[in-house]
């Protein structure tokens, strides 16, 4: 496999490159595999603190990147569209065998809110499990609906933790309604 090297913004630009930005996976894959096939070194552009701010390739290939990424955007936003359905069905499926008593409103506030796509909310986590998602996702709906929590954290003087532990009860006595 043919190199890849990592160099600054402002290392001169090799000969027939181009640099393609950091932010569409589809491009920096499909970049990244055709380099290689080409058997031509790929050049990671990072920051002085290491955030990768994009690659350099020949321009041969990110030109038939782009091509290739604006002929297959509408298939590939199809396909992340029944994904995400698919995904939501399982976590509501999920939600009702946990929590069969939750009002249907508050169920649904749940996976608009805590599965909300590209929010780094906990039901959007992909370390966890799909029951250790949905439980979170309600009791963070819970903790912020139905206790003070969020009073103990304005009011000052109280970190997350020590809030968390005071409405423990709360959240548990609301939740054991809803199993």
């Not at 701010?53 to 290939?61: E, K, N, S």
């Not at 780094?120 to 996702?137: I, K």
């Amino acid at each position: 496999m043919p190199p890849e090297i990592q160099v600054s913004p402002t290392t001169p630009m090799p000969r027939g490159y181009t640099f393609l930005p950091k932010g569409i996976p589809y491009k920096t894959l499909h970049t990244r595999k055709l380099t290689h096939a080409a058997n031509q070194p790929l050049y990671i552009v990072a920051s002085k603190n290491k955030t990768t701010l994009g690659l350099r390739a020949p321009t041969h290939i990110i030109k038939k990147v782009h091509i290739r990424a604006k002929a297959t955007l509408t298939s590939r936003r199809l396909a992340t569209t029944h994904r995400d359905a698919a995904a939501l069905s399982k976590a509501r499926a999920c939600l009702t065998r946990l929590f069969a008593k939750m009002p249907e409103g508050k169920k649904e506030h749940v996976l608009r809110h805590g599965f909300k796509k590209e929010s780094g909310r906990v039901g959007r986590l992909g370390g966890l499990g799909l029951e250790e998602r949905v439980r979170s996702a309600v009791g963070a709906h819970v903790r912020h609906r139905f206790t003070g929590y969020d009073g103990l954290l304005r009011g000052g003087g109280v970190g997350r933790g020590v809030g968390r532990r005071r409405v423990g009860g709360e959240i548990e006595g609301v939740l054991g309604k809803w199993r």
